[in-house]
């Protein structure tokens, strides 16, 4: 069976390339070597978000490069970078507030609400709704909605009102996390008793056993049921 | 998606066996069981993979031919003639790697005062740290404890483990988990506040945390955020392409700017390796679920420096990568699919090992279905798989779990119009983690004074095999360790180090003697995907 072949345009340059490529393996095919614009290759990283156009479409579309397939005239452009502003802070400091998103990202107040930012999460993220939610001081929602955001930057990309939304997004989930989520209070316990050495002998005598030892005590162990 | 008769038939199949599956008890292997079943499936006891290192501190030493052609490979400098005498950075700490334990140690050393600066080859936050799904684990549960943690974490490295740095790993745990809360890491929590915890392979109480499936990537941009918010001085694309040395000691590097093609000389007190793992080597062949970047330099940088590797000659696959559809092949399936209930099923329908055995005997089991047992799923493009049946989970728990507790497996699938909440998924073994690395003490340090290493690149901790969620806490754990001992050493080191190539001179020279080189230079930097015919033309006009 012929390979089937679709013609894809890089930046406006076309080459031909096998239809059941990715975009970034289609344009390894071509003779391209990433430097930017390549990760994880497995869409956690956020380094190749694309902008593309099919022909007879005046629509922009974007896509991971890694997970999207190429298209029959497809003309695409990664766009690796984005000089989005990122505030600093002390997260300690803050209060899980709108005000401490608009202190830092007055630019939220600007928001058009046209959803533009929605339209170019290629997570299919309800970006302006997070958006609107740090607006109204609902963090916890803002911090919920935007937790799979890989900040790869096409929202703020495309944003009329020059928002930078992934990094209001990390923001409130940081806030979420630290100031209104409750604490876990075990885990402070048990870092006391860490610190009060009250495991240091039975570790210590596990140190000390030989192989044959300590594989008895690990073929016996107790399996705590799963859930 | 398109599936093939054969598909479609064994998926009837696997849908008329669940109903027994949900309540069928699988035993676990017992010790004979689970060595016959490594040592006749396992790729690393298949002797093929490997050779014997001709130089080095590690010489003689069983490592896969894919690490061993880098060892044993040329520095592109000409230690006798490069010139060092411009320095373009000078600094108490480098670190060397933007992923979790690079990150870690930047914060903690500059907690301690010392002057960061932190180097890597691609963006900060690149590594195999963000693309970490399932979990973080420490044992901070009433019916666990830091010595059950540790049981398990020697068991699980079949006893090979180094036993200081498996009571690091464990003792920092809790305080690990606390210092990522306290940052604002978004754990999965009960209204309470206690830690969502399940169980991994080969753990004996659920101790695995997380953040959704996207646990890496949480921490990750939590960590870099804070890197960022406190100033940390970083330099991205420009990979350390050498250490420096005054002969002995460590006193600086060379990084090399990749996108202006020049090189430029850091003079540091102490230098902290934190350069990932190697799965873009495709040892044996296997396709990886690591990222890009993760070519083992740090380890070339670091033998070539003179420290000893350890447990090279294991590498982890995971059991789980995808096998179809093609575009996804080598990619995770995260091992929380296995831990909420998901089950491994051949062809026929049927169950064939437990599914929470540790990593190295499902991949043997899936591989053994496969190959001798025939009971494998042969996809379009030719591979051999077994499913995972992820309907058995939304069995369990309720419809709308995996969506909800796997966002990101379920969307990888959506993509290419598979419903994991509908349909098994096909998976073969992967390439995943370098069990081994460069030799280390507790605090990070290596055998060569004011070199310290942290997360995949160093060694030992995981003995011969890492258990699910130890690496995410490794990183952190050793990351922060080594941190705040280069932080330290170089506070007392008051002139500035000598700055040389000579260890380079002495490596280039054992080389030579053994005639091992050809005319392979590393580290490899990046990994080439492109089609020989179009490498065949290449010229060389322009870098």
Not at chain 2, 276 to 284: C, I, S, W
Not at chain 2, 379 to 389: E, F, I, K, Q, R
Not at chain 2, 489 to 497: D, E, I, V
Request: proline fraction near 4%; aromatic fraction near 8%; include cysteine.
């Amino acid at each position: 069976m012929a390979e089937q072949m679709a013609t894809i345009y890089v930046m406006g340059k076309a080459y031909e390339v096998p239809s059941d490529l990715t975009i970034m393996k289609a344009m390894e095919y071509a003779g391209y070597r990433f430097l930017r614009g390549c990760g994880c290759r497995g869409a956690f990283c956020g380094a190749c978000g694309t902008v593309y156009r099919t022909q007879d479409d005046y629509r922009l579309k974007v896509g991971l490069a890694c997970q999207e397939m190429v298209q029959d005239d497809m003309y695409l452009s990664e766009i690796p970078f984005f000089p989005g502003n990122k505030a600093n802070y002390d997260v300690e400091d803050l209060k899980p507030k709108a005000e401490a998103v608009l202190a830092h990202y007055p630019e939220v107040y600007r928001c058009l609400a046209c959803n533009t930012c929605t339209k170019a999460c290629p997570q299919d993220i309800e970006v302006m709704e997070y958006i609107q939610a740090a607006l109204r001081g609902d963090i916890a929602k803002a911090a919920d909605l935007s937790f799979d955001c890989l900040m790869c930057g096409l929202c703020a990309a495309r944003c009329p009102a020059e928002i930078v939304q992934y990094n209001v997004a990390l923001l409130c989930r940081r806030l979420y996390s630290r100031h209104i989520a409750p604490e876990a209070k075990h885990l402070e316990a048990r870092v006391k008793e860490v610190r009060d050495g009250k495991f240091d002998k039975e570790i210590a005598s596990l140190k000390a056993m030989d192989q044959r030892e300590i594989a008895k005590l690990y073929d016996a162990r107790d399996i705590e049921p799963g859930d | 998606m398109y599936y093939t008769k054969e598909m479609k038939d064994s998926m009837q199949r696997v849908a008329s066996t669940r109903e027994f599956r949900m309540t069928q008890e699988l035993p676990l292997l017992d010790p004979v069981q689970k060595v016959d079943l490594l040592e006749s499936y396992h790729p690393d006891f298949i002797e093929d993979v490997f050779r014997k290192l001709k130089v080095g501190p590690s010489k003689g030493t069983l490592t896969p031919k894919e690490f061993a052609d880098l060892f044993e490979a040329k520095s592109v400098l000409d230690p006798e003639g490069f010139d060092l005498s411009t320095v373009d950075y000078d600094v108490d700490v480098l670190v060397v790697g933007g992923g979790g334990a690079g990150a870690a140690a930047a914060l903690m050393a500059q907690e301690q005062g010392a002057g960061v600066l932190l180097v890597t080859k691609l963006r900060f936050g690149d590594a195999n740290t963000i693309m970490a799904q399932g979990g973080i684990q420490g044992a901070d549960k009433e019916n666990d404890s830091p010595s059950t943690h540790y049981l398990d974490v020697f068991g699980g490295g079949r006893y090979f483990n180094d036993p200081d740095l498996v009571e690091a790993l464990v003792k920092d745990a809790p305080e690990v988990l606390a210092w990522l809360e306290k940052l604002g890491v978004m754990f999965d929590k009960d209204s309470d506040g206690t830690m969502v915890s399940i169980h991994g392979g080969g753990t004996s109480r659920r101790r695995m945390h997380a953040a959704r499936d996207y646990t890496g990537g949480e921490i990750m941009k939590t960590l870099r955020d804070e890197a960022k918010n406190r100033g940390i001085d970083v330099v991205e694309f420009s990979p350390v392409y050498e250490l420096i040395t005054d002969g002995e000691t460590v006193t600086g590097a060379v990084l090399y700017n990749m996108e202006t093609y020049d090189f430029l000389v850091v003079r540091a007190k102490t230098v902290i390796l934190a350069t990932g793992g190697a799965g873009r080597l495709h040892v044996a062949g296997f396709p990886t679920t690591n990222h890009y970047g993760a070519t083992a330099d740090g380890l070339v940088l670091g033998y070539r420096a003179g420290v000893p590797l350890e447990f090279m000659d294991t590498i982890q696959y995971h059991p789980t990568g995808a096998a179809y559809p093609e575009q996804l092949l080598g990619q995770l399936v995260t091992e929380k699919v296995r831990g909420l209930g998901g089950q491994l099923v051949n062809t026929d329908g049927n169950r064939f090992i437990y599914e929470l055995e540790t990593r190295d005997v499902e991949a043997a089991a899936i591989i053994r279905e496969c190959s001798e047992r025939k009971k494998g799923i042969t996809t379009p493009s030719g591979y051999c798989a077994v499913w995972l049946d992820t309907l058995v989970i939304e069995e369990k728990h309720g419809a709308g779990t995996i969506k909800e507790r796997l966002p990101a497996m379920y969307r990888q699938y959506q993509r290419f119009d598979i419903d994991m909440a509908k349909e098994p998924i096909l998976v073969y073994p992967t390439q995943h983690y370098q069990n081994g690395g460069l030799k280390i003490r507790p605090d990070g340090e290596t055998t060569i004074k004011n070199l310290y290493a942290a997360g995949e690149v160093a060694g030992g901790i995981h003995g011969r095999n890492r258990l699910m969620g130890n690496s995410l806490l490794d990183v952190v754990v050793f990351g922060r360790r080594a941190g705040i001992a280069a932080a330290e050493r170089a506070a007392t080191l008051k002139t500035p180090g000598k700055l040389t190539l000579d260890h380079l001179k002495r490596f280039h020279a054992e080389l030579a003697e053994v005639g091992a080189a050809d005319n392979r230079v590393a580290p490899m930097l990046l990994p080439e995907y492109r089609r020989p015919e179009t490498i065949e033309k290449k010229l060389p006009v322009l870098p």
